[in-house]
C-alpha cells in the first residue's frame, strides 16, 4: 500500500501550521478557565526559538534535554528543537534523583529545557548543562527569552536524520535506549492524518504525559497536521478531566485502556447509588443498547443516556486508545453508553502506531490493520494460530544505541523487528494481541500463562480492585490490592477472607494450571508506568514484602506519633498491641484490617483485653471509625481523659429468643415438614449420628457449604431437637421486609451482623442460657471450592465463656447442589454427619483461647465422615 503524502519532517509540519491561521492550536484548561494558543502563534514560536538555537551554535542532531510538565511551553519548545533537527530527549518529568543520574549522562546533552523546579536537580547532576527553563526563574534564562535573541538560517535536515531520544527500560546501570528518525514518526502522522478518523473541526483531549512517543505522536502531531485542536488538562486526575472535557467541549479523548476502564468504573459506581427502580430501567436500556451495537451495528446509546453524556462531555464522541492492549470487556460497555471506541497497538520503538481500528471498519477484539507500509507476520504459530509478531516498515527504528546484544535479541536475521507481542491476524487482516512474550509464564507440563489474561479474570470480583500474577518456585500466585469499600459494602469487616473467598470463587471457572497456589495483600497502589502497565520486574520484591508482612511497617513515627504516646492511656494500648503481635513491627500509620489482619472479632478480643488490663472500654460502632493504629491510640487517650468507660454495646432484642406461638408457630411447623419432604425428594438427605445430639444446651458445629445448609441441617436434626435449636441470620438478608421477619420468627433465627460479634454473642449465650440448642456456622462465609475453611475464633469464645459441648457436624453434597455462585438448587445427594459431643473443658485444655478452641473443633468436623 502506498505512503501517504504529507510532511515527511518535523520541520514541514512545523512550517505548515501557520497555514490554518488562527484557530487555537493548543487549549490548556487551568482553575476552570481555558486559555488558548492559536496555530500561527505557535508555528511562529517554535521558528523562531529554532532559528535562535541554530544561533547559538546548536545543530542538528545534537542532543537536548527536555524536562517539564505538559503545557504549551513544553509543546513549542519540542517544535523548535524538531524544526532546527535537534535530537530531544525528554524526561519523565516525575523522574527520581536516581533516574536523573543515568539519563542525564547517557543522553550526551549540553543543554537543557526545565522547569524551574528542576533546574537545581539536573545542575546538581551534571554542573556543565546549560539551563533554559520553560517557566519563569530568577537566575536563568526562559526560553522566551532566547526566543527574542539573533536567528541564524535553519540548516537543511534530511527525514533519515534522528529526531527524538527515547528510553525504553533501565534506570540503574546503563540504559536501553534507541533514536527515532524524523521518518519513523512522520510516517505515523501521515498515515493517521489521511484515515479522515478527526478532523480541523474537533477538539481532542490529552490526559497523556507528553514524554512518551504514543501521545506525542497521535496527541499532538497528528492532530497539528490536521488543524484539530488539542485540549491539556490541568492534571490527570478523574476531576480535572471532566473539568477540560466538559470546559473546552471535546469531542475526542485520545488515552489508555486504564484511563477508559477508570471512567467506566466510575459511571457504573453512580449508577450503583440509584434508587432500584432507575437501578433497574438503566439496566434494561443498557442492555438493549449493548444488544442493538453487537449484533446489529445500531448505535442508540448517546440518545438513551443522554443525561450521562451531559454530565460528563456533552460533545465527546470518539475514544482513542493506544499504548496498551483494550480489552473488549471495557470497550462494549463505552460503545453501549453512546460513545465510540478506537484502539490502535504498536511500540515506541515503532514510533508508537503499527496497526489501528479505523472509522466504521472497527473489529472489537482486535486491533485492526496494519498501517500503510508495514509488514507483519506471525513468527512459529501454534495450533491457534498465535505466534510472535513480527514487522519490517518505515515507522520501525534501526536497533538499540550501542547495544549488539540487544539488537541481535530484537531483529531476525533477515531483518524483521520482534515485537515481544504474541498474537495472530485473522483472515481479513485484522491483528490479535493475547500476551506478550516475556510476560508470559511456563509452568511445568509446558503450559503457557498470560498474566493479563487471569488478572482480567480475578480482578473481575468486587473484593478486588487491583491484582498483578507472577510465578514464584514454579507456582502462580498474586499481589492483591483489596478493594475495602467494596467489602465494607458488602456487610463484611474480615478483608482478608473477603479476598480468599473471591478468588477461590473465580479459580472455580478457571482450569486447574491457571489457579492461584498462593497470594499477598497489599494496601500500597500496583507499581505502573505512566501510561497504566504494571512494571512487572518489581512485582517478585514487593509479593516476598507483603508475604512477609513488611508493607507500612517500616515507617518511621511522625513527631505527632511520638507524642501521642506520651500520653499514658495511649502508651499502654500501643504496648498491648505490639504484645498482641510478636515479631511484627507495628506502625502508628498501619491499617489494623490489611497490615494486622484484625477483624471485627479481633477488635472484640482487643477491647475486651483493654477493658480487664487497662480499664479502658469501647464500644462495637468504634471499629467503623479505625483505619490505623495511630486511630486506636487516639480513641485509647479520648477514652481515658473522658473519665468513664463508654456504653457497652446494645443489649439484644430478647423478643427474638421468645418461643414462636399462635401463628409463628404454626409456619414453624408448616416450613419444617415441608423443608423434610423436599430435602428428601431434591436430595435424597442421609444423616448419622443424631443420637449424640445430648439433652440440654449444645452448639453445633457446622461447615458451611451452600446457602441450603440451614435447611439441609434443619431436615437431618430429630424432630424433639428442631423444637429447641435456634439459629442466626444476617440481619441484612433476612430481617429486611416484614415477610423475612415473620418467617425468621417462626424458624427460630435471630438477627446478626458480623459487624458487631459483641451483639451476635450476646444473643448466642443468652440462647444457651435458657437451654436451647445453638447451630453455628464458624466459617461465617461459604466454602467458595466446597473445602472446610477457618473457623473463626467467635465459636471458641462462646465455648469459653459459657460452658456449653459442642457437636460436631458436617455437611457433604451441597455445594455441588448450590454453589455460591448458583441462584437455584440442582437435585444431589446430601450427607449429614453428627459427631459425639466435645465437652468444654477438653476443648479448652492446656488454657486455649479462643482461635485455638475454634481450631480443635474445625479438626472435629474435618474428621467427620457423612
Request: glycine residues 10%.
Amino acid at each position: 500500500m502506498r505512503t501517504p503524502e504529507g510532511p515527511s519532517t518535523l520541520r514541514d509540519l512545523v512550517e505548515g501550521l501557520a497555514r490554518h491561521g488562527s484557530r487555537p492550536a493548543l487549549v490548556q484548561v487551568r482553575d476552570g478557565k481555558a486559555e488558548a494558543l492559536g496555530y500561527e502563534t505557535i508555528g511562529a514560536r517554535a521558528l523562531a526559538l529554532a532559528g535562535a538555537l541554530a544561533a547559538r551554535g546548536v545543530r542538528p542532531g545534537d542532543p537536548v534535554l527536555m524536562f517539564g510538565p505538559n503545557g504549551p511551553d513544553w509543546v513549542t519548545v519540542r517544535l523548535a528543537l524538531g524544526a532546527l533537527g535537534a535530537i530531544a530527549a525528554a524526561l519523565d518529568d516525575l523522574a527520581t534523583d536516581e533516574e536523573l543520574k543515568v539519563l542525564v549522562p547517557d543522553s550526551g546533552a549540553r543543554l537543557a529545557f526545565c522547569a524551574a523546579a528542576h533546574a537545581p536537580r539536573l545542575a546538581a547532576v551534571d554542573p556543565g548543562l546549560a539551563l533554559v527553563t520553560l517557566d519563569a526563574a530568577e537566575g536563568l534564562p526562559r526560553w522566551t527569552d532566547w526566543a527574542e535573541g539573533e536567528k541564524a538560517e535553519l540548516p537543511p535536515i534530511r527525514p533519515e536524520d534522528p529526531m527524538m531520544l527515547v528510553t525504553t527500560s533501565g534506570t540503574t546501570g546503563r540504559p536501553k535506549s534507541f533514536l527515532l528518525t524524523h521518518a519513523n514518526v512522520l510516517h505515523n502522522v501521515r498515515a493517521l492524518a489521511c484515515q479522515g478518523i478527526v478532523t480541523q473541526h474537533d477538539r481532542a483531549l490529552l490526559p497523556l504525559p507528553l514524554h512518551h512517543v504514543y501521545p506525542l505522536t497521535v496527541g499532538i502531531l497528528t492532530p497539528f497536521a490536521l488543524g484539530t485542536t488539542v485540549v491539556l488538562p490541568e492534571s490527570v486526575t478523574g476531576p480535572h478531566i471532566v473539568a477540560a472535557l466538559k470546559e473546552a467541549r471535546c469531542t475526542v479523548m485520545v488515552a489508555v485502556p486504564r484511563l477508559y476502564a477508570a471512567l467506566l468504573n466510575g459511571l457504573l459506581a453512580r449508577v450503583a447509588q440509584l434508587p432500584w427502580a432507575k437501578r433497574q430501567v438503566f439496566r434494561a436500556l443498557f442492555g438493549l443498547s449493548l444488544v442493538l451495537r453487537r449484533r446489529f451495528g445500531v448505535r442508540v446509546g448517546r440518545r438513551l443516556f443522554g443525561a450521562i453524556h451531559r454530565s460528563l462531555a456533552p460533545d465527546l464522541w470518539l475514544m482513542a486508545s493506544g499504548g496498551a492492549a483494550f480489552e473488549p470487556e471495557v470497550i462494549w460497555p463505552l460503545e453501549a453508553l453512546g460513545w465510540q471506541v478506537l484502539s490502535g497497538w504498536g511500540l515506541a520503538e515503532t514510533a508508537s502506531i503499527l496497526t489501528n481500528n479505523h472509522k466504521g471498519k472497527a473489529r472489537i477484539g482486535s486491533e485492526g490493520w496494519p498501517l500503510p507500509g508495514v509488514e507483519l507476520r506471525v513468527a512459529g504459530p501454534d495450533g491457534q494460530g498465535v505466534g510472535e509478531l513480527e514487522c519490517r516498515g518505515p515507522s520501525v527504528f534501526a536497533g538499540y544505541r550501542d547495544n549488539p546484544e540487544a539488537n541481535a535479541a530484537a531483529f531476525t536475521p533477515d531483518g524483521w523487528f520482534r515485537t515481544g507481542d504474541l498474537g495472530f491476524i485473522d483472515a481479513d487482516g485484522y491483528v490479535h494481541i493475547v500476551g506478550r512474550v516475556k510476560e508470559m509464564i511456563v509452568l511445568g507440563g509446558g503450559k503457557n500463562v498470560f498474566p493479563e489474561e487471569l488478572e482480567k479474570h480475578y480482578g473481575a470480583e468486587p473484593a478486588i480492585r487491583e491484582i498483578a500474577v507472577l510465578e514464584r518456585q514454579g507456582a502462580l500466585v498474586a499481589l492483591v490490592v483489596p478493594d475495602e469499600a467494596a467489602i465494607a459494602a458488602s456487610g463484611s469487616s474480615r478483608i482478608e477472607d473477603a479476598v480468599r473467598v473471591a478468588l477461590a470463587t473465580a479459580a472455580q471457572r478457571l482450569p486447574p494450571y491457571q489457579r492461584l497456589a498462593g497470594y499477598a495483600i497489599t494496601r500500597e497502589t500496583l507499581p505502573r508506568t505512566r501510561l497504566g502497565k504494571i512494571q512487572r520486574f518489581r512485582l517478585p520484591a514487593l509479593y516476598e514484602a507483603a508475604k512477609a508482612g513488611r508493607g507500612a511497617t517500616a515507617a518511621a513515627m511522625t513527631e505527632a506519633e511520638r507524642a501521642l504516646l506520651a500520653d499514658p492511656a495511649a502508651r499502654a494500648m500501643w504496648e498491648l498491641l505490639t504484645a498482641r503481635f510478636p515479631g511484627r513491627l507495628v506502625s502508628p500509620a498501619q491499617s489494623p484490617q490489611l497490615d494486622l489482619g484484625v477483624d471485627s472479632l479481633g477488635w472484640l478480643e482487643i477491647t475486651l483485653e483493654a477493658e480487664s488490663r487497662l480499664g479502658l472500654r469501647f464500644g462495637e460502632d468504634d471499629w467503623a471509625t479505625i483505619g490505623t493504629v495511630r486511630d486506636i491510640l487516639e480513641l485509647a487517650a479520648r477514652r481515658a481523659a473522658e473519665g468513664a468507660p463508654s456504653r457497652p454495646p446494645e443489649p439484644p432484642d430478647l423478643a427474638w429468643l421468645a418461643p414462636p406461638s399462635g401463628a409463628h408457630a404454626v409456619a414453624g411447623r408448616l416450613l419444617a415438614a415441608l423443608n423434610r419432604l423436599l430435602c428428601a425428594a431434591l436430595f435424597r438427605l442421609r444423616a448419622s449420628g443424631r443420637e449424640h445430639l445430648p439433652d440440654g444446651p449444645v452448639i453445633v458445629a457446622v461447615n458451611h457449604l451452600s446457602d441450603i445448609d440451614p435447611a439441609i441441617i434443619a431436615a437431618a436434626l430429630p424432630r424433639p431437637a428442631l423444637a429447641r435449636i435456634r439459629w442466626s441470620g444476617e440481619r441484612s438478608r433476612l430481617f429486611v421486609s416484614r415477610i423475612g421477619r415473620f418467617l425468621a420468627r417462626a424458624a427460630r433465627i435471630f438477627p446478626v451482623d458480623e459487624r458487631q460479634p459483641a451483639t451476635t454473642l450476646a444473643y448466642a449465650r443468652e440462647a444457651l442460657r435458657r437451654g436451647e440448642c445453638l447451630v453455628w456456622f464458624p466459617e461465617s462465609w461459604r466454602s467458595p471450592d466446597g473445602t472446610i475453611q477457618r473457623f473463626l475464633p467467635g465459636v471458641g469464645e462462646l465455648v469459653r465463656t459459657t460452658g456449653a459441648p459442642v457437636v460436631p457436624a458436617r455437611i457433604a453434597g451441597t455445594f455441588e447442589a448450590m454453589p455460591r455462585t448458583a441462584r437455584l438448587p440442582r437435585p444431589h445427594p446430601v450427607r449429614v454427619a453428627f459427631g459425639p459431643p466435645i465437652p468444654a473443658e477438653r476443648l479448652a485444655e492446656g488454657g486455649a483461647g479462643a482461635a485455638e478452641i475454634a481450631e480443635r473443633i474445625r479438626q472435629a468436623v474435618a474428621a467427620l465422615e457423612p
